[in-house]
């Protein structure tokens, strides 16, 4: 980690340079019949149609690019089925260095491909955190490889801030902005970029009531960590970490939660009328400006939708 | 119809002001995977994103925008059970007149709440070409309405034409241009704006292996109609017109098929990597250039995505 403090603005700007060769300026979409549907303005910052399906590029490329060649040369790993394994695993291909992805032995198979797709070198183990944490650390130690938080990481933070800092930088100041919240890498950078470039927008983080420990963390005003979460919105299942914390508990102005049933209503909302295809994960903003109504009528709402990544072969309504 | 002649260049220019304020100047997107996967440089004009979810709002407001108010006064009517029918009910609706939409009774639910969100009027027949045809004739008699027929109407033609042109305006020449063919509405407005406005351009059309009587008839060098079509692809169900058909002969350099599983599969791969929802309809020409990979090896194509409508609980790899 080259940053040692949560990312200024200059950091941000940064980070949005050094990656740009790398990741895409993800287009703003607005659709006029969910506006309709949710009595509100909604811009959807796109990264679904970010290089591997998510935000998670933006972070993983900036860590990677942050760090010095020689530590990297023995490569990089971490923990992770989801969307930063495949991150990761592109970032590290883009640097021709190894990246090493621990894995439980029951992640689905369409994610395993995904990252093999990307070159990672997969390494199961037992699906349980103590067996990741262990084997990661067996892995890095063989291999000499320097670990890649998926969020608690300054040089991660800030590459996701960029996706909210291009949000803002291509519409006129919005009155809030909704972000979905896991272990809190992408909320910790949208809420930086947004007190630094549009002070008077209000962040409300989003979450799954079934994985509402942010949400027990923020009404307690104390670090409440996941406890056997069960929600569809697989990229949200995670803690926050000691670093992504204290910035939530400083900047956000409120998290808010939704039922599965509402996040798949969403998702299925957001494919039928934008024709975009979402993850569960991104569609917990979309449900949450669908259910608090009165809070949002008539405001202007900056939605960042986090991904795209799904098994097509199993949908939810189905 | 105004136009008594196949559009022109400067009928296309004018149709695309016409419609401007009304129908979305849709994307043009990239990707790299596909491109890949292809061998070639693909171009895919979105108009999943157009307004009701497929090209055919361009040919409806064009029609309509282009008919005297007088004449339109008592409304206007087609048998549809497809992207027509939206089309038009919306484009009666911007101008405040009513739309009769002849539907089959065994129409999918999804399709009839879409032409009733949109304001037509629906009156149900029974599911033959004849029925459909007498039925329309009862309700124009009865109303007094115009019938705006899907694509056998060089108005129309005109409209559809307007996706290609703004595909080559944004583009420097590409080698081809894949479209799908049913009626051949796009397809002769493509073959028209190419020959117009890109006259090196090569226009392919595309169609379902199951539905292939333009094929059939570009090879016999004669008019024979679809009979019993069967393919996933249901906006490509229609014969040719006696409009569509000599433009088609004209102008089109060749008519590829493609069965279902490659249309499927083509559908899929879309949206898994373009993370956009297209319909079957729509996926064919991705599935010409999947399969023509020796023709299209290194060639730069454009690839009109026709539109975007599909019941989600009903796709068909499940």
């Known amino acids: 980690m080259l940053l040692q403090h949560p990312p200024g603005p200059d950091d941000i700007r940064q980070a949005h340079k050094r990656i740009a060769p790398y990741v895409h300026e993800t287009p703003i979409l607005f659709s006029t019949q969910l506006n309709a549907l949710a009595e509100s303005i909604l811009y959807f910052k796109s990264e679904n149609f970010q290089k591997t399906g998510s935000f998670k590029s933006r972070g993983a490329v900036n860590a990677l690019l942050s760090l010095d060649p020689e530590i990297l040369r023995k490569g990089v790993a971490t923990h992770s089925s989801g969307n930063h394994a495949q991150a990761l695993a ?7 260095i190894p990246a090493y992805i621990v894995m439980p032995r029951n992640a689905p198979k369409v994610k395993v491909a995904a990252v093999e797709a990307y070159g990672g070198q997969i390494f199961f183990c037992e699906p349980t955190l103590e067996a990741r ?35 803002l930088q291509s519409i006129s100041p919005p009155d809030y902005i909704l972000c979905p919240v896991g272990g809190g890498g992408l909320l910790s950078g949208t809420l930086l970029s947004t007190h630094y470039f549009s002070p008077a927008t209000k962040v409300i983080a989003c979450e799954p009531e079934g ?13 409440i960590p996941s406890s056997n979460p069960v929600t569809i919105a697989d990229g949200l299942l995670t803690s926050l970490g000691n670093l992504t914390y ?19 209503q969403a998702m299925k909302l957001v494919w039928e009328r934008v024709k975009i295809i979402i993850e569960p994960s991104a569609a917990v903003p979309v449900a949450v400006a669908l259910q608090e109504k009165q809070l949002f009528r008539n405001k202007r709402i900056g939605i960042i939708l986090s991904g795209g990544n799904i098994d097509l072969q199993k949908l939810p309504w189905q």
Chains 1, 2 share one sequence.
Do not use: C
């Open 90 to 96: 592109r970032a590290a291909s883009l640097l021709q």
């Open 133 to 167: 944490e262990q084997t990661l650390e067996k892995v890095r130690s063989q291999t000499g490889a320097v670990e890649i938080h998926p969020f608690n990481n300054y040089d991660v933070i800030a590459g996701q801030a960029t996706a909210n800092l291009e949000l």
């Open 211 to 223: 994985a509402n420990d942010a949400w027990q963390s923020f009404k307690a005003g104390k670090f």
């Open 246 to 264: 204290p910035i939530i508990m400083d900047y956000v102005t409120d998290i808010i939660t939704v039922n599965d049933q509402a996040i798949i």
